[in-house]
């Protein structure tokens, strides 16, 4: 919204002279109070008749007469008298009150030190027409004299301090208010300054510090290109991008990649939170784009990036109740950018993972046209990402960052870092000055699980019941043809509310599940519940995460990847938020979707009882194992295959005692058991 138009606002005018009403009253408030406290010390009225009797009882000892009023001082008796009169009648006037005063200052300790000072008169009070007055006071031996009419000079400060100086106050107000509201600050300087922008003249992030996602790096190198060179461009006729967005999860690098633009391109990098352009006030959010784009334009050639643009960019309502606000802010935004020149080398990158709530307004050739994906690393990303960041830590030999790249499928930029960073910590903590392998890992775990919980002691029945759980889950899964092996057992409960896990390996990252890997997934997933039935004869809450992860899984075979005969082919939900959540919604009728939770529910109860078959005809190998887990806490996979093989008579596998353990550790098929 330009100036023209938040004239035309009457949201925003009427604000504007609200505060400036407000501010006016309090000004000739305050004018007037402090006008009413100098003249409200001065003398205190009394009648004319009242005035006479004074003289009459000797109390006067001087009276001014100016043109319509009378002022009397008294004698110091009189004055006495009067003030234990009032005493008595209760009555506190102003005079009193000064008397009080004086008294208790000791100005009228004596009579010359009141006759030095020239005393103010007391009282006042309206001139009558009495020509007696004169002899009147002559006869009762009291001075007088007639004041000159007031001067010039009390005139005109009487005139300035009622008039002139709260008429100026609010002038100055006026002007100062409206100054700030045209300059597009909003009122009281919200739009202006509050909006965090943050500037670097040099990032010094290249291209380097961000590890895989090499699309994205691609399509920037691009940018930056145009950045260094716009005449090339230009030259044959190329308009350069205004804009490209960055959509993927969170902690993925693309604040990193923005910064790695504006480092590459050795331009200065502005940045700033959508949200920081959301304001209570409308015509605010606007007056900050404006501003943005004007500082922007100013150092070009620079890079602006806007993270989390949804919270601006949103589709905008056309139903009543849409959010005006956000709207004009949109607008603005999509004005600027239509409006500003690329030769300048101004680039806009903004950021977000909820691309499909996106205004396709912003997403239109000439605005936001290239849209360059961020996804979670895969294997060979995160083995980079962890290289990037092990660059400054000192590892020592036994470091095999391949396997935790394998461990952590999944896992985004930042936690990578963040596990790095967690196994330093842990090596220090230790006492050594080179991080091993063994810190890594642990710092996977805290990472994805959170810490070891140490003082939670749970009762030795607890125990049990979790060990049980827990292998459970590990023995159905090594009966299982179609899972991955057991890399650690633990009943050590964690701070994310685990009271205990199973640790899986996969031999290579897969993109692809067979619908018997799902199925098999299905069955471990309820493997601890079926082992509580089974041998405790009763169920605790401890099935929860499980629970919900089976039923995620069978509803997502029938209802997204076909894998059910009921249903076959049919689509019947679809994805949202793909980058955050990946919440699902339904696209089918109610009587289908009764007839999918049924379906869900077969599948489920199909699986606990494979679940619970496959322990029962285990169960020995389970009560060992158990046993086991309960004296140690922890187990490895390999003491866990040793005594299952022990009690199947299966022989050891002469190579894989032998393979290197660190290579066969994968990824955290997590089955904690919630609290
Ligand atoms: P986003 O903006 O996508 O939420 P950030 O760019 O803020 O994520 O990433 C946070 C931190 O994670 C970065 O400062 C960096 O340390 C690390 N990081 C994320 N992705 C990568 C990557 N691809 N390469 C290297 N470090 C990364």
């Not at 110091?76 to 003030?83: A, F, P, S, V």
């Not at 098999?520 to 041998?535: K, N, S, Y």
Request: aromatic share 6%.
């Amino acid at each position: 919204m330009d100036n023209k138009n938040k004239k035309n606002d009457p949201n925003h005018n009427r604000q504007g002279w609200g505060i400036i009403l407000v501010t006016t009253l309090l000004v000739t408030f305050m004018v007037m109070g402090l006008y009413s406290l100098m003249r409200g010390s001065g003398p205190e009225e009394i009648s004319y008749d009242r005035f006479l009797t004074l003289v009459d009882e000797d109390k006067v000892e001087r009276v001014s007469l100016s043109s319509d009023r009378i002022y009397i001082t008294l004698t110091d008796e009189g004055r006495q008298e009067e003030l234990e009169e009032n005493a008595q009648s209760g009555s506190v006037g102003s005079m009193m009150q000064r008397l009080q005063e004086q008294i208790q200052t000791g100005t009228s300790g004596s009579a010359e030190n009141a006759r030095e000072q020239e005393r103010e008169p007391d009282y006042y009070t309206g001139y009558v027409n009495d020509y007696t007055l004169v002899q009147t006071l002559e006869k009762a031996g009291v001075e007088f004299a007639s004041q000159p009419a007031d001067t010039l000079g009390q005139m005109l400060l009487e005139l300035f301090l009622t008039l002139i100086l709260p008429i100026g106050l609010m002038a100055a107000m006026l002007i100062y208010l409206m100054r700030r509201m045209s300059k597009g600050g909003g009122m009281m300087g919200i739009g202006k300054s509050n909006a965090k922008m943050y500037m670097e003249k040099e990032t010094g992030v290249t291209f380097q510090d961000v590890a895989g996602e090499d699309e994205a790096k691609e399509s920037l190198q691009e940018v930056v290109d145009f950045l260094h060179n716009p005449g090339k461009y230009s030259g044959i006729g190329a308009k350069l991008p205004k804009g490209a967005l960055l959509v993927g999860p969170p902690g993925t690098g693309k604040t990193l990649l923005a910064k790695a633009v504006a480092g590459e391109a050795k331009v200065p990098f502005f940045s700033l939170s959508g949200s920081a352009f959301v304001e209570m006030y409308v015509g605010v959010g606007a007056s900050r784009v404006r501003d943005l784009f004007k500082q922007a334009q100013q150092m070009a050639p620079c890079i602006v990036f806007i993270d989390e643009i949804d919270a601006i960019g949103k589709t905008r309502d056309t139903a009543l109740g849409g959010n005006d606000e956000r709207e004009q802010t949109l607008n603005q935004l999509l004005a600027e950018m239509d409006g500003f020149d690329t030769n300048k080398g101004l680039l806009i990158l903004a950021a977000t993972n909820r691309p499909e709530i996106l205004d396709p307004a912003l997403l239109r050739p000439g605005r936001f046209d290239r849209r360059i994906i961020v996804d979670k690393p895969d294997l060979k990303g995160r083995v980079e990402i962890l290289k990037v960041h092990a660059k400054d830590v000192r590892m020592d030999e036994s470091v095999d960052l391949e396997a935790i790249a394998l461990a952590t499928s999944g896992a985004v930029g930042s936690d990578l870092a963040n596990m790095i960073n967690e196994a330093a910590i842990n090596a220090v903590k230790h006492g050594r000055n080179v991080v091993s392998q063994k810190d890594l890992f642990e710092a996977v775990e805290v990472v994805l699980v959170g810490k070891e919980k140490k003082d939670r002691i749970m009762s030795k029945e607890e125990r049990r019941i979790v060990s049980y759980h827990e292998v459970g889950h590990a023995l159905v899964t090594a009966l299982q043809k179609n899972t991955e092996p057991v890399q650690k057992i633990t009943i050590v409960p964690r701070t994310m509310g685990a009271l205990g896990y199973v640790m899986q390996t996969p031999e290579e990252e897969k993109f692809l599940n067979t619908k018997k890997e799902l199925e098999a997934m299905i069955v471990v997933a309820l493997g601890g519940r079926a082992a509580e039935e089974l041998v405790f004869e009763t169920v605790t809450t401890g099935a929860a995460n499980d629970i919900e992860q089976a039923t995620k899984i069978a509803r997502a075979m029938i209802t997204q990847y076909g894998m059910s005969d009921r249903f076959g082919l049919m689509g019947l939900e679809s994805i949202q938020n793909r980058y955050l959540d990946g919440r699902a919604v339904l696209n089918c009728g109610d009587a289908t979707a009764g007839e999918i939770d049924e379906e869900v529910m077969k599948m489920l109860k199909g699986a606990y009882a494979e679940a619970k078959r496959l322990l029962a005809e285990n169960r020995e190998a389970l009560d060992k194992i158990s046993a086991f887990l309960i004296e140690k806490e922890t187990i490895t996979g390999k003491e866990f295959m040793k005594i299952f093989r022990e009690v199947k008579g299966i022989a050891e596998p002469e190579e894989s005692e032998e393979g290197k353990p660190e290579e066969r550790e994968g990824r955290i098929a997590m089955k904690p058991v919630s609290e």
